[in-house]
T-cell receptor, first 107, second 115 residues
Framework: GQSLEQPSEVTAVEGAIVQINCTYQ??????LSWYQQHDGGAPTFLSY????GLEETGRFSSFLSRSDSYGYLLLQELQMKDSASYFC????????FGAGTRLFVKA | DAGVIQSPRHEVTEMGQEVTLRCKPI?????LFWYRQTMMRGLELLIY????????DSGMPEDRFSAKMPNASFSTLKIQPSEPRDSAVYFC?????????????FGSGTRLTVV
């Protein structure tokens, strides 16, 4: 089977750093993706990790450890506009999404 | 590029009626996906196509759901007959490759309400 576990919500203050974790069980795992979704909007692609290690894209970084079946999304210099839901997605034989982590950024 | 285009944005229908959702993927994207999103079940993959051919429809809930992709620029998801539990946001997404490196580009979604 395939499943991804992530916290349901996280709260942080503006300017801070927040880490959203994701653990997964997928068949034929190829990589881990992250998506952002604002209320009423569509998911938008943030990053993809196929290999172990850290990938950095501006204020966002994503990490993968295949041996631990674990990954995380790191958001730095948080801004109010980062308040959204964040989904990890396991790319196996098909792409399955986690339930999402709702991030609240406080002033 | 206009992105992935879905229509309609909102659909309200009565139980038992046929509903057709439409999607135009990004030109050159060989993969097209239909997802359904609800609070209870999150984002569920219903079906995906590669070069217009259905590859995996194991997520289609039941025979009331059907999807077609007659050409590279158009796909439909049909529900017949519709039921209140089908109420959800339906997203179409496309990707240039099966590899995740480019991610999926999602359309704006169709919010379906069945009363």
């Amino acid at each position: 089977g395939q499943s991804l576990e992530q916290p349901s919500e996280v709260t942080a203050v503006e300017g801070a750093i927040v880490q959203i974790n994701c653990t997964y069980q997928t068949s034929g795992f190829y990589g881990l993706s992250w998506y952002q979704q604002h209320d009423g909007g569509a998911p938008t692609f943030l990053s993809y990790n196929a290999l172990d290690g850290l990938e950095e894209t501006g204020r966002f970084s994503s990490f993968l450890s295949r041996s631990d079946s674990y990954g995380y999304l790191l958001l730095q210099e948080l801004q109010m506009k980062d308040s959204a839901s964040y989904f990890c997605a396991g790319r196996g034989f098909k792409t399955i999404f986690g339930a999402g982590t709702r991030l609240f950024v406080k002033a | 590029d206009a992105g992935v285009i879905q229509s309609p944005r909102h659909e309200v229908t009565e139980m038992g009626q046929e509903v057709t959702l439409r999607c135009k993927p990004i030109s050159g994207h060989d993969y097209l996906f239909w997802y359904r999103q609800t609070m209870m079940r999150g984002l569920e993959l219903l079906i995906y196509f590669n070069n217009n051919v259905p590859i995996d429809d194991s997520g289609m809930p039941e025979d009331r759901f059907s999807a077609k992709m007659p050409n590279a620029s158009f796909s439909t998801l049909k529900i017949q007959p519709s039921e209140p539990r089908d109420s959800a946001v339906y997203f179409c997404a496309s990707s240039p490759t099966s590899r995740g490196i480019y991610g999926y580009t999602f359309g704006s979604g169709t919010r379906l309400t069945v009363v």
